[in-house]
């Protein structure tokens, strides 16, 4: 998975399978993470965020994860569409200091 | 509910020349932060503007510049233009300084070519 800071290029999956991308974050402090999609070409687009009072969060087929203990947060993605390849990223942050962001995972999904 | 609205969406430069690109914020955000954004290094922090005020900014030359207006609108201006400086720079509007919680959302973005 991707470390804030670090790179991970590329997870290929088929389409239907499950996709789960994973993010190691380094502040112990921060409270509040996002997940982004970036497509190509275009501007980053929330998918879904969650905080730290909370360990697991839902979405329409994506669910975040959140383990504090071990810093670690994990965007999965159910049944995995074509429309679903693009960059994804996480973003950390603690109140009013600027979230900083990982490098990204490009998701490919295979027909 | 409009989102993060950049112009122009794209543009090229040659070398020399300064640029300057708009972003409008998501009506009744406050803030607005600025990202430089290039394959090798990801997204980098330009600054932030909240209430008309530069509050954050990051480890960008001087030529890098911003300012926010009254109704929250921004402009980041580049002088001097390198063709180091071509990239996608993206535009995010909040809530509250840095995300204070409350998600960031981003523009569409300007590509910048300079040749």
Redesign the interface.
């Known amino acids: 998975g991707e470390s804030v800071g670090l790179h991970l290029p590329t997870l290929s999956v088929q389409e239907g399978d499950n996709s789960i991308i994973n993010c190691a974050y380094s502040n112990s402090a921060s409270d509040y993470f996002i997940w982004y999609k970036q497509e190509s070409g275009k501007g980053p687009q929330f998918i879904i965020d969650i905080r730290s009072n909370m360990d697991k969060r839902q979405g329409q087929r994506v669910t975040v994860l959140l383990n504090k203990t071990v810093k670690h947060l994990s965007l999965q993605i159910a049944a995995t569409q074509p429309g679903d390849s693009a960059v994804y990223f996480c973003a950390e942050s603690r109140g009013s200091y600027i979230p900083t962001f990982g490098r990204g995972t490009s998701l490919i999904v295979h027909p | 509910k409009a989102g ?1 609205t ?1 112009t122009p969406r794209y543009l090229i430069k040659t070398r020399g020349q300064q640029v300057t690109l708009s972003c409008s914020p998501i009506s009744g955000h406050r803030s607005v ?1 600025w990202y430089q954004q290039t394959p090798g290094q ?2 980098q ?1 330009l600054f ?1 503007y909240f209430s008309e005020t530069q ?2 900014k ?1 480890n960008f030359p001087g030529r890098f510049s911003g300012r926010q207006f009254s109704n929250s609108r921004s402009e980041m201006n580049v002088s001097t233009l390198e063709l180091g400086d071509s990239a996608l720079y ?1 535009c995010a509007s909040s809530l ?6 409350n ?7 300007s590509w910048l070519t300079v040749v």
Do not use: C, H, K, P
């Open positions: 993060v950049q932060s990801g997204l922090f932030e509050r954050n990051g993206l509250a300084l840095g995300t204070g919680g998600t960031i959302y981003f523009g569409e973005g």
